[in-house]
């Protein structure tokens, strides 16, 4: 069985289940090394059918398993580290959600230990890198993180891991950390943003579901479930409150105890790509990993392909209301 993080593992025949379109698949960036894939493989791939039947793209940037031998050998503990970084096989959600439902799916190969798709290129611990700070010559980013994550040791690369310390064995090359943002993080976030464009372009709005998995919550009271799904808008600023008064109404039906930007929010993704006065709107939703995984939350249980079917049903119930706000607004446009 493919991968679905590897770029074989995401391949056209998806589109029997998008009603046979023709499907686009689209591979950029770089993951430099030695991997299974060969030297190198691509930073991302994205699939998509032609034409759409839903303005949504889905977006895993952390669920990553192209790891270069040299980045493995310079870790402390692999497997801790895989399993406490990565957003476990939540790609594979992805790729059942976008194959039953026909939305676009930008999957990261490149994997959290080697950079954050989810951090700005400059949250950087600079204690940890070996070599001059940063770049004068490089452009301002889009939104810096001014190192706010890089100091609890989460930022672009990674430092350290609570209750375990530090992750690697010596500090980073500076060229190294240059070569990650330059054939990583900008050509996936370049490429994400034009394909938002081009979706809104084609509908009037575009939907970003920018997918996760979060480690099992604590029960917020007495007799009260733990949250198995968190829906992140930056507290109202990265979409119409519509998108999430559906998404709680669909998952409370079935059951699905349901929190809103606690204790996830959302981060650069949404503040870079998210612009509502732009028809962008975009959601994090982070999937409690005891929902799909086995005990050890390490591998995928039978309860993946069930949970994918329900979550099928909110991102179409969220493609609607995408569409609703697209005619509308162009509508709207036309009338002015």
């Given at each position: 069985?493919?991968?679905?993080?590897?770029?074989?593992?995401?391949?056209?025949?998806?589109?029997?289940?998008?009603?046979?379109?023709?499907?686009?698949?689209?591979?950029?960036?770089?993951?430099?090394?030695?991997?299974?894939?060969?030297?190198?493989?691509?930073?991302?791939?994205?699939?998509?059918?032609?034409?759409?039947?839903?303005?949504?793209?889905?977006?895993?940037?952390?669920?990553?398993?192209?790891?270069?031998?040299?980045?493995?050998?310079?870790?402390?503990?692999?497997?801790?580290?895989?399993?406490?970084?990565?957003?476990?096989?939540?790609?594979?959600?992805?790729?059942?959600?976008?194959?039953?439902?026909?939305?676009?799916?930008?999957?990261?190969?490149?994997?959290?230990?080697?950079?954050?798709?989810?951090?700005?290129?400059?949250?950087?611990?600079?204690?940890?890198?070996?070599?001059?700070?940063?770049?004068?010559?490089?452009?301002?980013?889009?939104?810096?993180?001014?190192?706010?994550?890089?100091?609890?040791?989460?930022?672009?690369?990674?430092?350290?891991?609570?209750?375990?310390?530090?992750?690697?064995?010596?500090?980073?090359?500076?060229?190294?950390?240059?070569?990650?943002?330059?054939?990583?993080?900008?050509?996936?976030?370049?490429?994400?943003?034009?394909?938002?464009?081009?979706?809104?372009?084609?509908?009037?709005?575009?939907?970003?579901?920018?997918?996760?998995?979060?480690p099992p919550l604590r029960e917020p009271g007495p007799g009260q479930p733990a949250p198995r799904v968190v829906l992140g808008d930056r507290f109202g600023a990265s979409c119409q409150s519509s998108f999430i008064a559906r998404s709680f109404r669909y998952l409370e039906e079935r059951g699905c105890a349901t929190a809103h930007n606690r204790p996830y929010s959302g981060g650069y993704v949404l503040d870079r790509h998210a612009s509502p006065s732009r028809g962008i709107h975009a959601i994090q939703l982070e999937i409690c990993r005891s929902t799909y995984l086995d005990d050890a939350l390490s591998e995928p249980s039978a309860a993946l392909e069930p949970l994918a079917m329900?979550?099928?049903?909110?991102?179409?119930?969220?493609?609607?209301?995408?569409?609703?706000?697209?005619?509308?607004?162009?509508?709207?446009?036309?009338?002015?």
């Open positions: 069985m493919s991968d679905p993080s590897s770029p074989k593992g995401l391949r056209g025949p998806a589109a029997s289940d998008a009603g046979r379109r023709p499907m686009r698949r689209t591979q950029g960036g770089a993951v430099a090394g030695h991997t299974a894939e060969g030297l190198f493989g691509p930073a991302f791939t994205h699939v998509a059918p032609q034409p759409m039947p839903l303005p949504v793209l889905i977006a895993v940037p952390h669920a990553g398993r192209v790891y270069p031998s040299e980045t493995l050998a310079q870790l402390r503990d692999v497997d801790l580290s895989q399993l406490r970084l990565e957003d476990r096989f939540v790609d594979r959600l992805g790729v059942e959600i976008a194959k039953a439902t026909g939305t676009g799916l930008l999957v990261a190969h490149a994997p959290r230990a080697m950079l954050d798709l989810n951090r700005a290129h400059d949250d950087v611990d600079w204690e940890m890198i070996a070599g001059p700070g940063r770049r004068k010559s490089k452009p301002a980013p889009v939104l810096t993180g001014s190192n706010h994550r890089a100091r609890s040791g989460l930022g672009l690369v990674p430092r350290r891991l609570p209750g375990f310390g530090e992750i690697w064995r010596e500090k980073l090359n500076r060229d190294e950390l240059d070569r990650r943002v330059d054939c990583i993080h900008r050509p996936y976030h370049t490429f994400l943003a034009s394909e938002l464009d081009r979706i809104r372009d084609n509908w009037g709005a575009a939907l970003l579901i920018d997918l996760h998995s979060m329900m979550l099928c049903g909110l991102v179409r119930e969220l493609g609607a209301e995408a569409a609703r706000i697209g005619s509308r607004d162009q509508t709207a446009q036309a009338a002015e």
